[in-house]
Antibody, heavy 116, light 107 residues
Framework: QVQLQQSGAELAKPGTSVKLSCKASGYTFTSYYIYWVKQRPGQGLEWIGYIYPGNGGTYYSEKFKGKATFTADTSSSTAYMLLGSLTPEDSAYYFC?????????WGQGVMVTVSS | DIQMTQSPASLSASLEEIVTITCQASQDIGNWLAWYQQKPGKSPQLLIYDATSLADGVPSRFSGSRSGTQYSLKISRLQVEDIGSYYCQQAHSNPPTFGGGTKLELK
């Protein structure tokens, strides 16, 4: 069955970076977009952007350009998101999701806490 | 970007009650509309796609409809397990924008 398994919770200091992972299984990794979505506690869903593992193509929301960097390792069917120059505003849940028009499978989410 | 205006932002309803949530698209998106349910502490789950099609395993008390650029999610008889937040999402154009969400609580 299709699964997206995300890495564990992160506690990071302001100004540092974290790299989140999303390991896909149960489908052809290179045939679907992987989106990353941010959700602050009690708030709505905010898309960050996507990577298409088939060709490595990426697209970023204007708001997250320079903040997020997507990569993918097709040999391990894992997508990554590097979040840099962290501030307390980056504290949130981050989800990866498989997309072909709609987001039919989601990772379990990972909490990133930015605190000194 | 296409804007999705979702209402209400919060809703309190009783068990067995009919619940309706709406989403207004800022332009024509055809039937390229999905609804997601997010239970507390969980990731969102696809409920409805193509405006009216039920995703696998979704109970038949959920239904979706469209009138022009307005879309509705209806829960015919609210159950305890339906409590959570609901989001619409347009898939007509990149980026795939979400509505602001509706938090559904039990009265």
């Amino acid at each position: 069955q299709v699964q997206l398994q995300q890495s564990g919770a992160e506690l990071a200091k302001p100004g540092t970076s974290v790299k989140l992972s999303c390991k896909a299984s149960g489908y052809t990794f290179t045939s679907y977009y992987i989106y990353w979505v941010k959700q602050r506690p009690g708030q709505g869903l905010e898309w960050i952007g996507y990577i298409y593992p088939g060709n490595g193509g990426t697209y970023y929301s204007e708001k997250f350009k320079g903040k997020a960097t997507f990569t993918a390792d097709t040999s391990s069917s894992t997508a990554y998101m590097l979040l840099g120059s962290l501030t307390p505003e980056d504290s949130a849940y981050y989800f990866c999701a498989r997309q072909r028009y709609y987001f039919d499978y989601w990772g379990q989410g990972v909490m990133v806490t930015v605190s000194s | 970007d296409i804007q999705m205006t979702q209402s209400p932002a919060s809703l309190s309803a009783s068990l067995e009650e009919i619940v309706t949530i709406t989403c207004q698209a800022s332009q024509d998106i055809g039937n390229w509309l999905a609804w997601y349910q997010q239970k507390p502490g969980k990731s969102p789950q696809l409920l409805i796609y193509d405006a009216t099609s039920l995703a696998d395993g979704v109970p038949s008390r959920f239904s979706g409809s469209r009138s022009g650029t307005q879309y509705s999610l209806k829960i015919s008889r609210l159950q305890v397990e339906d409590i959570g937040s609901y989001y619409c999402q347009q898939a007509h154009s990149n980026p795939p924008t979400f509505g602001g969400g509706t938090k559904l609580e039990l009265k």
